[in-house]
């Protein structure tokens, strides 16, 4: 089992940054990749960004390609988002997932994760 512990939401104005952190805890040893999704309201849930956790290798929704980075800490067991140049249509709820088996689904896709967090609120004003 792994939990997942999101913190770093807020209300900020467009143009303004973010930082979200997503701590892990419990078999953190057995972490394949993590991914950040996120539901904006009266939408369903989607993807936003990717990462290998043992290699880093990322990868990124063209929504937010060039303004969001994910990142990670082994040591800590976290990964960030960092989310540059937000815009209203950036308003949502973001959770983290991870997966700790090897699954043929693609990394955008909800069912590659079996863990995922409360979820963290992201509020962008104009």
């Known amino acids: 089992q792994v939990q997942l512990v999101e913190s770093g939401g807020g209300l900020v104005q467009a143009g303004a940054s973010l930082r979200l952190s997503c701590a892990a805890s419990?078999?953190?040893?057995?972490?394949?990749?993590m991914a950040w999704f996120r539901q904006a309201p009266g939408k369903e849930r989607e993807f936003a960004a990717f990462?290998?956790?043992?290699?880093?290798?990322?990868y990124y929704a063209e929504s937010v390609k060039g303004r969001f980075t994910i990142s990670r800490d082994n040591a800590k067991n976290t990964v960030y988002l960092q989310m540059n140049s937000l815009k209203p249509e950036d308003t949502a709820v973001y959770y983290c997932?991870?997966?700790?088996?090897?699954?043929?689904?693609?990394?955008?896709?909800?069912?590659?994760?079996?863990?995922w967090g409360q979820g963290t609120q992201v509020t962008v004003s104009s």
């Open positions: 997932a991870s997966t700790t088996i090897p699954k043929t689904t693609t990394y955008s896709s909800e069912g590659r994760y079996d863990y």
């Open positions: 419990g078999r953190t040893s057995r972490m394949l990749d």
């Open positions: 990462i290998i956790w043992s290699r880093g290798t990322t």
